[in-house]
């Protein structure tokens, strides 16, 4: 037995409701066009027996005779006059005699007298009653016109009745005269129209019904497939696509773009994976290190000094730890969204010149030239802590890659729509094959080189620079030569006039 819960289930599910739509929109599709059709049968019907019924009546004209002195006068006379002999002359008259009214304009009945008894039966009352007969006459002998009418007639029939204005033999008192036609076999007609419509309709419901059922099934089954392949999909196996089915349709759109958020969740889940060992690595380091001097000190040391200078190495590497783990958690904090930056309209111009000035004495202490080639004013729209972070970091490795007699040099350009600022130097340069990578976490082109800085990086600064252009919507472009010098150049829009805003930075850093 179905549960009512199962029932519920069913009845909400798309492929139900698709076939529930797909029978109401038969049952209402029959039911509109079964009256349309009803419609035009019915006119075409009594179009068709009007035109008999015309035919009768000019017949009538010229087998009926009326003969009266006068108005009042009770030898007033209607009767049928034609020849008893020929069959289709009688056959004619027989037929219109069957129902049909004289009266005079006052509405009194004149019949032959040969028919009184058939009109004193049931077609009495589909005739016009006297009042009727007077206003109409009235109305017809001013302008001669034909009155149809459909009556239903005390047997349940209905009758079809032309009625108009004939005068008499000798044209001096109009007469009203009525033929009346059964409507037996239209009634008939349309009654086994409507049966049979009445019939179908169930009958379209219930095909309606399992064609919609078998149609919504069908088209649903990817759907079910899709569901199942994406159920087998885990963070373990994200190498799983799930296979198109050439259609070109939208489910196959679907597919695609199911497959194309796997494949970002794969990406982002490789570089969390690559993340944690680099963390780890980053980490053991300085862990190892603190560890061997501690662990020297405590066999070997034997004087204070010697205590000392191991415990002024470990500071030294507990300092890096700790600042590996605060760059660590600002970066994370940035990538996912949660540090807030504080936008204001900044002047470049002066956010520069303060960080060049900064920068003069290192770059003098390691013989490097620092020069600034900056406009009067040029406005961003930025958080200027990390707007003066983005440019610090781009100095400072400038500064540590370029050997002393080079030239560091920071210019910017501004036009209505963009800012770009461009940071060169003269320095060892990166090769190809790590310029892709020199944004990555932890990342340092391997060899010290002419690094004059014996410290080594953390890895990190150029991440945060990616991460900060990228919440500034900006894009970052590097080239470089080995030996010759680098040049990484931010684009950022310029900016309108419009009031501080803050926003909380996007997603992880992408680079361009
Ligand atoms: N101007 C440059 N010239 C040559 N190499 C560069 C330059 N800027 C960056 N690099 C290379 O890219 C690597 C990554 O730079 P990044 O700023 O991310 O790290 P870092 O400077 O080594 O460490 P941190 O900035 O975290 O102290 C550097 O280690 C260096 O090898
Ligand atoms: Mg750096």
Redesign the pocket.
Known sequence: MIRRRDLRRISRGLRFRLTASYALFFTVLLIGVSFLFRYQLDKALLTEEKGAVSEQWAAMKGYLRIESEHETDTEQRAYWYYDDSDEEEKTIVLDIRKIYLVADSNGKVILDKDDQQAYSGYYKDIFDSPANIRTRVAKATSKPQPFWDTRWGEDGEQYLIRSGVVWDQKHRLPYYVSLGMPLSSHTKILRGFSWIFVGVIPVGLVLGGILGWFMAGRALTPVKDVALAAQRISGSNLRLRIPTREAGDELDYLILTFNRMIERLESSFQQMKQFSTDVSHELRTPITAIRGQLEVALFTAKTTEQYREAMFNALQDIDRLSQIVR?LLLLSQAESGQLALQKSRLNLREVAVDLVDQFQIPAEAAGVRLEADLPDECFVEGDRVQIERMIT??L???L???PAGGEVRLRVVSTPERVEMV?E?T????STE?LPH??DRF???PGSGT?PNPE??????????AWIVKAHHGKIEVD?VPGK??R?TITLPAAGVGSDTMELAGQPAGRS
């Open positions: 760059a970091n781009l400072s490795n400038a540590k890659f370029t940071i130097d320095g060892r340069g990166i790590h020199i944004f990342y340092r082109v690094a080594q990086g953390l890895g990190l600064g150029l991440s945060f620079v470089s010098g680098s990484f």
